[in-house]
């Protein structure tokens, strides 16, 4: 198997970057938890917390600060922006009827799923074609003090 070089990502998507390094750890949590039987309500409760305390705010600035800088009619953008009203509407769904393993499974898929795509082909796609000035611009709005979703998840474990 051929190995495969990481993907250099500027200073303006490090972060994003790394947000999905820990909405990946939330999917491998959820995957787990199902597969130790821990209670959809329990694990539903975990990711109702994690989508309101980190990952809300990531979909908004990726919103902004990203896919805005795309033409509206651009097939990535578009699928990015799919995929997040996708991923609401799971997180809806998931308030209204938290016992739902189903449910569970399915926003896992389409997390993985989107944030596969975001990095293989969205971010390379992203980094082509914004100009550096219009990269730099991303990378000074990013708050200096936050905490990445990595912080306040890595805390929240329930296995």
């Keep these: ?3 495969q070089a990481p993907i250099k990502r500027h200073k303006a998507i490090v972060s994003f970057s790394q ?3 820990a909405g990946l750890l939330l999917v491998w949590k959820i995957r787990q938890g199902l597969s130790k039987s821990v209670s959809a ?3 539903t409760g975990y990711v109702l917390f994690s989508y309101k305390e980190d990952l809300e705010k990531h979909f908004r600035d990726e ?5 805005s800088k795309l033409p509206v009619a651009d097939v990535l953008r578009r699928q990015a922006e799919a995929d997040h009203r ?6 809806a769904a998931l308030e209204r009827n938290k016992m739902d393993e189903s449910l569970l499974r ?3 898929d389409r997390m993985e ?3 596969r795509f975001e990095e293989r082909a969205l971010f390379n796609h992203l980094q082509d074609i914004l100009s550096p000035e219009d990269l730099g611009v991303i990378a000074s709005r990013l ?3 936050s905490k990445g979703l990595g912080e306040t998840w890595k805390d929240q474990f329930w296995l």
């Design 1 to 3: 198997m051929k190995k």
């Design 19 to 21: 947000d999905h390094h």
């Design 41 to 43: 309500e329990r694990i």
């Design 63 to 67: 919103e902004r600060l990203l896919f």
């Design 86 to 91: 996708a991923i609401y509407t799971l997180v």
């Design 106 to 108: 399915e926003l896992a």
């Design 113 to 115: 799923e989107h944030i």
């Design 143 to 145: 708050p200096n003090d």
